[in-house]
T-cell receptor, first 114, second 118 residues
C-alpha cells in the first residue's frame, strides 16, 4: 500500500536533547512538509521541501532542522534550541507539480519533553 | 500570505441534525480551498477541495462545501450528522505559487472540533 509512515508514534525527550522524527513516503512525491500541531493552533508549517537536496523554512523553523537526501525521506530534528517542543508533529507529501495538489498526511508523532 | 478563519472552535449537534462548519479566507487572488478531517491521534484526511469550476463541491462521507467568492467563504455542510462525524475539521487554502517558490503550500485555520450527541 502506498502512503506515509512516521516513526516513532510516541517520543519522549529530556530537556537539552536533540531528537529526530522519521518520515518516509512511497507515493513517489516530490514535495514533503513538516507541520507542528498544538491544541487550538491548527497546523503550522515548520519546513518544506519541493525537491531532493532542497528545502525551505516555514513559519516556525527556529529550533528545528531537516534534510532531504532521498526523495522518499524527510527527517525532522528537534534541537535543544526549540524552547517548547512538546507537540504533535505531522509529515505530509504531495506531487509538488501544481498548486491544486492534495497533501497526504502521515499518522503523526507525539513528542513530549520530560 | 494567505489566512484562514474558522468561526467556532467547537460545534455541537445532535445526531441527524445539519452540520455547518464555517471557513473564511483572505486572499488577493482566487485561492484553492480544502477541508481536512482529523480523528483523535491521527493524521489529516482530505474531505474535499475546490480548485476551479463548479462552486459546490461534494466530498467523502456526505460532506459538501460551497465556494462563495463574494463572501470569501468556503463553509462545510452535511445534511444529517452521524456519530462517526465527531472529529476535528480544518479548512486550508493554497496559493498559486510557482514551482520553486511556495507551490502547494497550505495555510490552515485553527480547526473546529465537532461533537455529535446521540
Amino acid at each position: 500500500d502506498g502512503g506515509i509512515t512516521q516513526s516513532p508514534k510516541y517520543l519522549f525527550r529530556k530537556e537539552g536533547q536533540n531528537v529526530t522524527l522519521s518520515c518516509e513516503q512511497n507515493l513517489n512525491h516530490d514535495a514533503m512538509y513538516w507541520y507542528r500541531q498544538d491544541p487550538g493552533q491548527g497546523l503550522r508549517l515548520i519546513y518544506y521541501s519541493q525537491i531532493v537536496n532542497d528545502f525551505q523554512k516555514g513559519d516556525i523553523a527556529e529550533g528545528y532542522s531537516v534534510s532531504r537526501e532521498k526523495k522518499e525521506s524527510f527527517p525532522l530534528t528537534v534541537t535543544s534550541a526549540q524552547k517548547n517542543p512538546t507537540a504533535f508533529y505531522l509529515c505530509a507529501s504531495s506531487s509538488g507539480r501544481i498548486s491544486t495538489d492534495t497533501q497526504y498526511f502521515g499518522p503523526g508523532t507525539r513528542l513530549t519533553v520530560l | 500570505a494567505q489566512s484562514v478563519t474558522q468561526l467556532g472552535s467547537h460545534v455541537s449537534v445532535s445526531e441527524g441534525a445539519l452540520v455547518l462548519l464555517r471557513c473564511n479566507y483572505s486572499s488577493s487572488v482566487p485561492p484553492y480551498l480544502f477541508w481536512y478531517v482529523q480523528y483523535p491521534n491521527q493524521g489529516l484526511q482530505l474531505l474535499l477541495k475546490y480548485t476551479t469550476g463548479a462552486t459546490l463541491v461534494k466530498g467523502i462521507n456526505g460532506f459538501e462545501a460551497e465556494f462563495k467568492k463574494s463572501e470569501t467563504s468556503f463553509h462545510l455542510t452535511k445534511p444529517s450528522a452521524h456519530m462517526s462525524d465527531a472529529a476535528e475539521y480544518f479548512c486550508a487554502v493554497s496559493d498559486q505559487g510557482s514551482r520553486g517558490s511556495t507551490l502547494g503550500r497550505l495555510y490552515f485555520g485553527r480547526g473546529t472540533q465537532l461533537t455529535v450527541w446521540p
